[in-house]
């Protein structure tokens, strides 16, 4: 027999107390025909059983209140003083959408099912858990894949079809298209050499030389090669193209004369559309032109004197030149320590035009032509100040001290740093070209640069692709199969930011 008290299954539980309202509606009614049937003997007024039928339902509805409804809200329990709840620090649980979601349920063994107060036998509580997550990792493997392409013949004997097998990356390819992206996308983004890439593989039970990973690299370099020149021309068609280079080492290969390395450049010219990487063992003029031949929109550069004096030539681009407004300021953040006073007002000048920019706070063609009156009613104002600083200041100060050098270099890049009034597209600073050779000189303190120039070719058209799939948020490594897939099979491969637009679209397709 159930013991109601000690019964901890939901269910049963259930079962007991419609049994028992059952029961209680079949004597309310038997009581009625009892009293009826009294009353009846003893000739009494109908309306007085009418009102002790309502006393017992009244009765029976607060019993079955007690049993089943929930807590009156007329009940008040005064709640215990709360200790105070410390400060939330950190963002919490961070939300992981695009992870994989699995279900793993955790239940007791037979013989730890036995309850500790009565001994008896614990049963499970249908749909009732106690649920957390955890995110975990799943260890890569190496897999062998024996590829068996089915042939057919006629009966006739004249014809014999073999079954396509896999895409290669080249003839003879023994490894796979995603070997050779995950080389590359350890390599050009989380900045591990191909010598540590063996090493790591060794470990998970793969033995592979640098030379292998390095023919790979080079093989998908081939078949990615015409996306580079469409990238370059995709950048200049925006009309503001930012401009930056860094060092970039060339190393001795083998086999060849001479020890040590020799400090390479890569350029990089970037908008909004995408990013483009070349490397040249040259840092003058001649690589400037090339890059931006025939641009004709507003460049934004430091004060590095190749870009001025290629936007000056008469046989070279005609384009317009900007000026960073954070170079600038830097002159007089060295001098900061022996002109504390007037470096602390021009400091706070060019912080003034940063605050102005941050007022924008609409998106688009509205936000444009906020910032155009912005800067128009503001931004002038603070210009005209900083150039009254300057040269009040520099008539107080020696011709050749740190500070009037630093007004001098200001004045210098003037006609440049002025632009961003006239135009809204024009941002203040050249950060968003520093910030895409971030990559490139991580890779640098990595793996220290490249052995050959087919290396630093292979190097710059990678981190063109990666750094352009960052920009538009998109994943290189699912990017760059769509884009050899595409090749292998004589398709036209898309630019990153197409790709993005196609999952954007499918995506919208889905919802």
Request: net charge positive; with cysteine; proline share 5%.
């Amino acid at each position: 027999m159930i013991s109601l008290e000690r019964e901890k299954d939901i269910e049963v539980l259930r079962q007991a107390a419609l049994l028992l309202e059952s029961e209680n509606r079949r004597l309310h009614l038997r009581i009625a025909e009892v009293l009826a049937e009294l009353t009846s003997l003893k000739g009494g007024n109908p309306k007085a059983l009418q009102l002790e039928l309502e006393k017992l339902q009244r009765q029976l509805a607060l019993q079955s209140a007690k049993l089943f409804a929930p807590s009156s809200s007329e009940r008040r329990v005064e709640p215990a003083a709360a200790p105070p709840k410390k400060p939330q620090t950190g963002h919490g649980p961070r939300q992981q959408p695009s992870l994989p979601f699995i279900e793993r349920i955790h239940a007791l063994e037979s013989d730890e099912r036995k309850c500790e107060k009565c001994g008896g036998l614990m049963v499970e509580m249908k749909g009732q858990y106690e649920e957390s997550e955890e995110i975990t990792i799943v260890h890569r493997r190496f897999e062998v894949h024996q590829h068996k392409q089915q042939k057919y013949r006629c009966a006739c004997n004249e014809c014999i079809v073999t079954a396509p097998g896999p895409l290669k990356l080249f003839d003879g390819a023994r490894y796979s298209i995603d070997f050779a992206i995950e080389v590359a996308i350890d390599k050009y983004m989380n900045h591990l050499p191909l010598e540590r890439q063996c090493r790591m593989m060794k470990r998970d039970g793969l033995r592979v030389d640098s030379q292998t990973l390095w023919d790979y690299l080079d093989g998908l370099a081939a078949t990615l090669e015409p996306l580079r020149p469409r990238i370059h021309d995709l950048v200049l068609q925006s009309e503001v193209v930012h401009a930056d280079e860094t060092r970039w080492r060339k190393m001795a290969g083998r086999g060849e004369k001479g020890q040590g390395s020799e400090w390479w450049y890569d350029w990089t010219i970037c908008s909004s559309q995408a990013i483009y990487h070349y490397i040249d063992p040259s840092r003058g003029a001649v690589v400037a032109r090339k890059l931006l031949a025939g641009y004709t929109g507003t460049v934004m550069a430091d004060g590095y004197s190749v870009y001025s004096s290629v936007a000056q030539a008469r046989d070279g681009p005609t384009f317009r030149l900007a000026s960073c407004w954070p170079h600038a300021r830097r002159k007089f953040i060295e001098v900061e320590k022996n002109f504390p006073q007037p470096v602390s007002e021009i400091l706070e000048l060019i912080a003034q035009l940063y605050r102005i920019e941050d007022k924008v706070t609409a998106e688009g063609a509205e936000g444009l032509a906020q910032r155009a009156r912005l800067r128009d009613q503001e931004s002038r104002e603070v210009i005209d100040e900083i150039e009254k600083w300057g040269k009040r200041t520099l008539a107080t100060v020696l011709p050749q001290s740190g500070l009037a050098s630093a007004i001098k270099y200001m004045q210098g890049q003037w006609k440049g740093l002025i632009v961003f009034l006239d135009d809204p597209l024009v941002p203040l600073d050249n950060n968003f070209a520093e910030r895409s050779l971030r990559g490139v000189v991580l890779g640098r303190k990595n793996h220290y640069g490249s052995r050959s120039e087919r290396g630093a070719q292979v190097a710059s058209l990678m981190y063109t692709l990666m750094e352009t799939c960052k920009l538009h948020g998109v994943d290189p490594r699912a990017y760059l199969k769509a884009a050899v897939v595409a090749r292998l099979n004589h398709k036209p491969m898309p630019l990153p930011h197409e790709y993005a637009a196609s999952l954007a679209a499918a995506a919208a397709t889905v919802a």
